[in-house]
């Protein structure tokens, strides 16, 4: 087998690994969507501390990412998704156990802590991507993402009804055995993507992105956290898209945390079961964008003008959404708007922010990154909950749509010497 191929082999070898492994652990958190707010209340807890749950674990992702990521660029991408992967099958089975409102909340913690691991499996992909594959890669997360919505709710949903008195524990025990085989996977089927550990063959391919990569690569030296933080936000791209990054989940926790209320007061979709299907249907589109669309755009017209594209179709479709209702066939019509803004904007936003990074921070900058999202996802709930209380319902969702496109116009004027930079190197690699 040539060089050529078997960089490709072990590149897709990478790929389809971190794949699974994101898949399966959005699956397994994706099953208690349905059942922990109502368990929380079973347990005595009021509304508020029944979505506090919510809160909880995205605060333990918030704690998590920037640490795990920075921790693999040092001691390698494969240890740290091991070890996270197998906290998140403890949880999962703890969770299942829970008893009481206090360990619930303890356990939930520390599945959103191992949840942060997403910093490092967006460092394995950057690893062993160029800068021009990297957008559509990442796009694989979107796909696994998409999935794991879809599934992991129906699924939930599924063992709520054939065990409704002990759904909980049926669930947990579900999401463990999920996770003790996605520990099995990245044991046997990942290898190490860090340059500095591993193996001859993928050392090889490493340096091979690395030539074609960020020209600051070449700084390998790394100095303590903050000094790494003021090197990256030096980068007036990289601040920008920080910025883009955390107004983009906090205005979609926007929709996402009062969707069930917009489908019940709104568009008078009150059972439980056709709420499923909405966002079923969400996760789906999801998958259907980030696999046909997503890839092809980015590829055409680059992670700039890709996430301009996304951002304003999420913006278009929050103004929308109130104003349909109660039309079912135009809620689904701006529902696949929704997917497809979501679809084109994360991804766009992962590339640029580890294109934008030196090859040896990768880790640290993806992780910096998503310690912004796990944030707008600790206060993006609370705030769009007393939006919804205070602006008459849906109305609340133009918070959101005001959000998205002041996002979008910050993209459009900032990101213009990125776009041409970006738009320039490709030119030239081709």
Not at 12 to 34: A, Q, Y
Not at 90 to 99: C, D, E, I, S, W
Not at 163 to 169: G, K, M, R, T, W
Not at 324 to 330: D, E, F, I, R, S
């Amino acid at each position: 087998m040539s060089a050529v191929k078997t960089k490709e082999q072990i590149r897709k070898n990478v790929l389809g690994s971190v794949f699974l492994t994101i898949f399966l652990d959005l699956v397994g958190f994706g099953m208690f969507i349905p059942i922990i707010p109502l368990v929380a209340r079973r347990f005595g807890a009021s509304d508020s501390e029944a979505v506090a749950v919510a809160s909880i674990y995205s605060l333990g992702t918030l704690l998590a990412v920037a640490i795990l990521g920075r921790l693999s660029d040092r001691l390698g991408r494969k240890k740290l998704l091991l070890g996270t992967v197998a906290v998140s099958t403890v949880a999962q089975f703890l969770t299942g156990l829970a008893q009481t409102y206090p360990i619930l909340l303890a356990v939930r913690f520390i599945a959103g802590m191992a949840s942060g691991n997403i910093s490092v499996a967006q460092a394995c992909i950057s690893d062993v991507t160029t800068p021009q594959e990297r957008g559509k890669s990442m796009a694989l997360i979107g796909i696994a993402f998409g999935l794991g919505f879809s599934l992991g709710p129906a699924i939930g949903a599924l063992i709520s009804l054939f065990f409704p008195d002990h759904s909980l524990l049926g669930i947990g025990m579900a999401a463990a055995v999920l996770n003790l085989f996605n520990l099995v996977v990245v044991a046997r089927r990942l290898p190490e993507t860090h340059h500095g550990l591993a193996g001859p063959a993928m050392r090889e391919l490493v340096e091979h992105v690395q030539k074609a990569g960020n020209p600051k690569a070449t700084e390998q030296t790394t100095g303590v956290w903050w000094q790494d933080f003021r090197r990256l936000v030096q980068d007036k791209g990289f601040r920008i898209v920080l910025l883009l990054g955390f107004l983009q989940v906090f205005g979609f926790i926007g929709v996402e945390s009062v969707l069930s209320l917009v489908l019940n007061d709104a568009f008078y979709i009150t059972e439980q079961k056709h709420q499923y299907y909405a966002f079923m249907y969400i996760g789906f589109m999801l998958v259907l964008v980030n696999g046909g669309l997503t890839r092809p755009l980015i590829q055409r017209l680059g992670e700039v003008r890709t996430l301009n594209l996304g951002q304003f179709l999420l913006g278009i479709t929050m103004i929308a959404l109130p104003l349909v209702a109660p039309n079912h066939t135009l809620l689904y019509v701006f529902l696949f708007t929704l997917a497809a803004g979501s679809g084109l904007s994360n991804p766009s936003i992962s590339s640029l922010t580890s294109r934008l990074a030196p090859n040896h921070m990768q880790g640290f900058a993806l992780g910096t990154a998503q310690t912004l999202g796990a944030l707008a996802r600790i206060v993006g709930p609370a705030t769009f909950g007393i939006l919804y209380q205070t602006m008459g319902g849906g109305r609340s969702l133009f918070v959101s749509a005001a959000l998205m496109l002041l996002g979008w116009l910050v993209a459009v004027v900032g990101l213009q010497s990125t776009h041409k930079r970006f738009m320039a190197e490709k030119v030239a690699s081709n």
